[in-house]
């Protein structure tokens, strides 16, 4: 069974540009999660989506950042325009059960 | 509001036994989870707990005090491969995870 699959696997941006990260979920798990951590600071929930809807939003740092999982399947998070401050790992993760998420190997984002 | 405290960084010897402490203060609880990171790479899930207690699975355990706000991850048997950092995070009532910052732990021969 294929985990969770994140791409790309780095970014390198301006400031100013816009990314599109993505995740794929494993197959059939209902419940994604995205997370971000920033060089010397914990991993930080951003938002959980139920299927195709937003279960909780209230870790998106601002209005910059735009997820979206349409019919269900993988998600999106977008980043525009990019600041420096949004460098980071980006993880991905998947749940059947609420309880146990599986993570993806993460999207390094370099802002410069 | 949401403190996650764990020890930053830890250090043990081959084949002994460590105990990683996790305090949390948070306004709802639905479940206390222990991830396994290696550098560079994603968090593993170890367990997980919502009642009082201790879980044990192979050579990991995790425990639970709830009126305390407190759990501890206990590695035995400890291997050179367990050199990872470990993460503590609280699952809250809106199903959002809150990750504390951490405990580097290095296994020395």
């Known amino acids: 069974e294929a985990g969770v699959t994140q791409f790309p696997s780095h970014s390198v941006i301006e400031k100013g540009q816009t990314v599109t990260l993505r995740c794929d979920p494993i197959?059939?798990?209902?419940?994604l999660y995205w997370y971000r951590r920033v060089m010397g600071k914990e991993i930080k929930f951003l938002l959980h989506?139920?299927?195709?809807?937003?279960?909780?939003e209230s870790g998106m740092p601002n209005n910059r950042f735009l997820a979206e999982r349409t019919g269900g399947t993988y998600s999106t998070l977008k980043v525009q325009p990019a600041e420096l401050e949004d460098s980071g790992v980006y993880f991905c993760?998947?749940?059947?059960?609420?309880?146990?998420?599986?993570f993806g190997p993460g999207t390094r984002l370099t802002v410069t | 509001g949401q403190n996650i405290d764990q020890p930053t960084e830890m250090t043990a010897t081959e084949g002994a036994i460590v105990q990683i402490n996790c305090t949390y203060q948070?306004?709802?609880?639905?479940?206390l989870f222990w991830y396994q990171q290696h550098a560079g790479e994603a968090p593993t899930f170890l367990s997980y707990?919502?009642?009082?207690g201790l879980e044990e699975k192979g050579r990991f355990s995790s425990f639970l005090s709830r009126s305390k706000g407190y759990s501890y991850l206990l590695l035995k048997e400890l291997q050179m491969k367990d050199s990872a950092s470990y993460l503590c995070a609280h699952w809250g009532n809106n199903n959002d995870m809150r990750f504390g910052a951490g405990t580097r732990l290095t296994v020395k021969p």
């Open positions: 707990n919502v009642l009082d």
């Open positions: 197959s059939g798990h209902d419940n």
């Open positions: 989506f139920v299927k195709e809807s937003k279960q909780d």
């Open positions: 993760a998947s749940s059947l059960r609420s309880y146990e998420q599986y």
């Open positions: 948070t306004s709802g609880f639905n479940g």
